[in-house]
């Protein structure tokens, strides 16, 4: 993954949908404790901000420093670039050590991790008892049915370019290994199912595309997926270049705690 967005990080910090502001709230009243948060892949912040609203101190941390340079600044969030050469003991102490983080996030992104290593160190840094790991992503995207047609087809021509560690993200974490007790929101296999409403214009669904990693790794190879033709169906089935709709982003969430 290292590197994958850092070309796009512009496009990416401006194309991704806004996760509703009662999900924090719930995540929230799940833990007793909020002094100290984790946000991991935080991109561009978007997720950090959210949980900061409730946390006494968010570490947002990336891989990624041209998606750091685009995030969102606020006073109890520090931003932290985390190499993959950092080791498992450099990283927990980095965040605040054993058993002392309240709530860890990933948004969009676990289907990218060494997920045995990751979930080694959740174990370690999540507060026991009461603290926990919440992941959610998202796939499809819901307009209208003449939309969400073109959209599919457009799509389709995005498939050989996409890593195979997304698989589990297009199968909506539904085979994505989640070994924690369940808090009442999911559970390893059984996701719970989740909409993400947004008002989105061509433009803005044009660029959340474009930050695709896909559109990238296609580019690399030679192949524009974004053509002249390809853009003109996508916009006569969305209704025209200046049309704002109301979207729904069809997501997915999975939260629990470390088996004592």
């Not at 340079?69 to 606020?74: E, F, G, L, P, R």
């Not at 990751?118 to 959610?136: E, H, Q, T």
Request: net charge negative; with cysteine.
């Amino acid at each position: 993954m290292a590197g994958l967005f850092d070309k796009q990080a512009e496009i990416y910090a401006d194309a991704r949908p806004t996760y509703p502001a009662d999900w924090y709230k719930m995540l929230a009243a799940l833990t007793p404790h909020h002094s100290l948060a984790w946000d991991v892949a935080t991109g561009n912040g978007q997720a950090a901000l959210g949980v900061a609203e409730y946390y006494e101190q968010v570490i947002a941390t990336d891989i990624s420093e041209p998606q750091l340079k685009h995030a969102i600044q606020h006073p109890c969030i520090r931003y932290v670039h985390t190499p993959l050469s950092l080791s498992d003991d450099e990283l927990v102490r980095l965040i605040g050590n054993e058993s002392s983080v309240d709530l860890i996030t990933i948004a969009q992104a676990i289907h990218w991790f060494d997920l045995p290593r990751f979930y080694s160190v959740v174990n370690r840094l999540l507060r026991k008892p009461g603290g926990i790991l919440a992941v959610w992503g998202y796939k499809d995207i819901k307009v209208s049915p003449e939309f969400d047609a073109a959209g599919k087809r457009w799509f389709e021509t995005s498939i050989p370019y996409w890593n195979s560690k997304t698989q589990s993200l297009f199968g909506g974490y539904q085979s994505l290994p989640f070994p924690f007790e369940s808090v009442g929101i999911g559970l390893e296999g059984n996701p719970v199912f989740v909409d993400i409403p947004k008002e989105l214009s061509f433009e803005g669904y044009l660029r959340m595309i474009r930050s695709w990693s896909a559109v990238e790794t296609a580019k690399e190879r030679g192949v524009d997926l974004l053509s002249e033709g390809a853009v003109k169906e996508l916009e006569a089935a969305w209704g025209g270049a200046n049309l704002v709709r109301f979207i729904v982003y069809k997501g997915f969430m999975l939260v629990g705690k470390v088996r004592l």
